[in-house]
């Protein structure tokens, strides 16, 4: 099994690629605030088809929007969410499975009210440190995080047959 899990942000889209249960590959997909909201989507969509298709992936999780949450900028990223989800669905036959993010601080870091810093401090050191090296601390260091903390509680969550 080869899960990709993506924290979706229009300004850094952070995802992780474990093979089993075991980091293989991670990264940030930046995009250009210059450029239209519908061309940044296209954008993310390309690379993380690419992902998709050169690492065999199996399984797709994506942390969920915020739905209680208000304003424009929410609307844009329900919007890509979406988007995002059905063109993963249409064009890998790959349901991506949605994962709230109070659910996901509360199962990585025991609290639901978690910050970016205590995010970050839950990460394994080896992990972190690794992370840190490639994207010092900066949004895409959290989106980074979050993606990754996104495919733990999947791996968990499959472990335990939950999903």
């Known amino acids: 099994m080869i899960i ?5 942000s229009l300004r850094g889209t952070g995802y992780c690629i474990f093979k089993d249960s075991e980091l293989v590959k991670y990264g940030v997909i930046n995009t250009d605030n210059s450029d239209s909201m519908f061309d ?7 690379i993380l088809d690419e992902l998709i298709i050169s690492n065999s ?3 797709v999780c994506i942390e969920n929007v915020a739905f ?8 844009q ?3 890509s969410h979406l988007a995002v989800c059905l063109n993963i669905y249409k064009v890998h ?7 709230a993010i109070t659910t996901v601080k509360k199962q990585f870091t025991g609290s639901g ?3 970016k810093k205590q995010m970050l401090e839950t990460v394994p050191k080896d992990i972190r440190e690794m992370f840190e090296k490639t994207y010092c601390p900066s949004r895409n260091l959290y989106d980074l995080v979050d993606s990754y903390a996104v495919g733990i509680v ?8 939950i999903l």
């Open 113 to 115: 009210r978690s910050d």
């Open 93 to 99: 036959k790959i349901e991506p499975v949605a994962l």
């Open 57 to 59: 992936i199996t399984n």
């Open 68 to 75: 209680g949450a208000r304003g424009a900028v929410v609307y």
């Open 4 to 8: 990709l899990s993506i924290d979706l």
């Open 77 to 79: 990223l329900q919007g």
């Open 154 to 161: 999947y791996l968990n969550r499959l472990k335990e047959k």
């Open 40 to 46: 940044r989507i296209l954008y993310i969509q390309k």
